[in-house]
T-cell receptor, first 114, second 115 residues
């Protein structure tokens, strides 16, 4: 089955700096890669996703890049703000067929210091 | 409309007891997922429902774990003879259609503590 590795497990940055979280996946057939954000005590929420037919996707201060050859994808947050502090989870899956589950990484605790 | 609702929010039980965790998905969502979140372990897939059937039970850790869904809506995750290693947050999620790419909407989870 799919295996997703996520690094780093914790990340501390100063407000205004950029943050990068990286994930690798094992199944070359995976073609859908979402990122979820979980604030302390709250539920995980989808913040951005990317499919394998594109290499990069941006949404305001966040972006995701995908390298299919190397089987890794990354979340980039620019101009970080204290409200970006949360646990971020990457995930991978195969769209289509009967595979409907997301395999998640172990999460990255991001702390943005004011 | 209401989001995914889980109950109870917290459950403390003694080792060896059975527990039932409930999930009310968003109305109209046909797919329902159970995940387990342990400290430092991310989100571990347990089971997925399409309607009332479970095409994928591959994540259930042992035969002490079972789940059902009725009426294409409410789901119950049952853990029999609980063990301390079962302590975790159990998250339920639903999606509009049973297709990856359809965003998962998570509930707030049930924090289970086995003493």
């Amino acid at each position: 089955g799919e295996n997703v590795e996520q690094h780093p497990s914790t990340l501390s940055v100063q407000e205004g700096d950029s943050a990068v979280i990286k994930c690798t996946y094992s199944d070359s057939a995976s073609n859908y890669f979402p990122w979820y954000k979980q604030e302390l005590g709250k539920r995980p929420q989808l913040i951005i996703d990317i499919r394998s037919n594109v290499g990069e996707k941006k949404d305001q201060r966040i972006a995701v890049t995908l390298n299919k050859t190397a089987k890794h994808f990354s979340l980039h947050i620019t101009e970080t703000q204290p409200e970006d502090s949360a646990v971020y989870f990457c995930a991978a899956s195969i769209t289509g067929g009967s595979n409907y589950k997301l395999t998640f990484g172990k999460g990255t605790l991001l702390t943005v210091n004011p | 409309g209401a989001g995914v609702s889980q109950s109870p929010s917290n459950k403390v039980t003694e080792k060896g007891k059975d527990v039932e965790l409930r999930c009310d998905p968003i109305s109209g969502h046909t797919a329902l997922y159970w995940y387990r979140q342990s400290l430092g372990q991310g989100l571990e897939f347990l089971i997925y429902f399409q309607g009332n059937s479970a095409p994928d039970k591959s994540g259930l850790p042992s035969d002490r774990f079972s789940a059902e869904r009725t009426g294409g809506s409410v789901s119950t995750l049952t853990i029999q003879r609980t063990q301390q290693e079962d302590s975790a947050v159990y998250l339920c999620a639903s999606s509009l259609v049973p297709r990856v790419g359809s965003p998962l909407h998570f509930g707030n989870g049930t924090r289970l503590t086995v003493t």
